[in-house]
């Protein structure tokens, strides 16, 4: 199985700060990687796609890079909705598997 | 727009069979390319792929839960169903249905159902 580990696992920001989440896979993947948002008591929420496409309706504040092992999202400006959990995912082999999470608090 | 519910017991004895039905509105799950999975959360933990199915075709599961799941659909009801044997307290969790894109990504997703595993 492909392992995902995404860092930092906790962050304390404040709104209006530039926001970076890494997921690293444990082996290549190419671009198949998917970022999902959620918040306590509710589904995750698809944000972006191959590594770098904005999910329709998704704000561009949230933009996706990356190829191969290493993967991030970056929240340009933190907006008080944006506090939540964040989930990288790998879509490049079965079986499907998610990083351990990043939650993103308010300073 | 596209909805999932997911159905079932919300309470189901160690060594059981817990079954999880998700009812499609919004679209066919015959008609559409998709294809739909479960994804499962135990209480105040991550997300874990369980499996994913296309409406014709073969499921494809979760390795390290193989051997105790089974998912299939029922196209005349448009649902697709979960059942896993054999449960344990670490089979407690969230379960979600799901959509997927077809990047392979979940884009619509149930609101979960928690299922718990005790006697």
């Known amino acids: 199985d492909i392992q995902l580990t995404q860092s930092p696992s906790f962050l304390s920001a404040s709104v209006g700060d530039r926001v970076t989440i890494t997921c690293r896979a444990s082996q290549g993947i190419s671009r198949y990687l998917a970022w999902y948002q959620q918040k306590p008591g509710k589904a995750p929420k698809l944000l972006i796609y191959?590594?770098?496409t904005l999910h329709s309706g998704i704000p561009s504040r949230f933009s996706g890079s990356g190829s191969g092992t290493e993967f991030t999202l970056t929240i340009s400006s933190l907006q008080p909705e944006d506090f939540a959990t964040y989930y990288c995912?790998?879509?490049?082999?079965?079986?499907?598997?998610f990083g351990g999470g990043s939650k993103v608090e308010i300073k | 727009q596209l909805q999932l519910q997911e159905s079932g017991p919300g309470l189901v004895k160690p060594s059981e069979t817990l079954s999880l039905t998700c009812t499609v509105s919004g679209d066919s799950i015959s008609s559409s390319r998709y294809y739909w999975g479960w994804i499962r959360q135990p209480p105040g933990k991550g997300l874990e792929w369980i499996g994913s199915?296309?409406?014709?075709?073969?499921?494809y599961y979760s390795p390290s839960l193989k051997s105790r799941v089974s998912i299939s659909v029922d196209t005349s009801k448009n649902q697709f169903s979960l059942k896993l044997s054999s449960v344990t307290a670490a089979d407690t969790a969230l379960y979600y249905c799901a959509r997927l894109h077809l990047s392979g990504s979940f884009d619509y997703w149930g609101q979960g159902t928690l299922v718990t595993v005790s006697s």
């Open positions: 199915i296309y409406y014709s075709g073969t499921p």
């Open positions: 191959a590594a770098s």
């Open positions: 995912q790998q879509l490049n082999s079965y079986p499907q598997t």
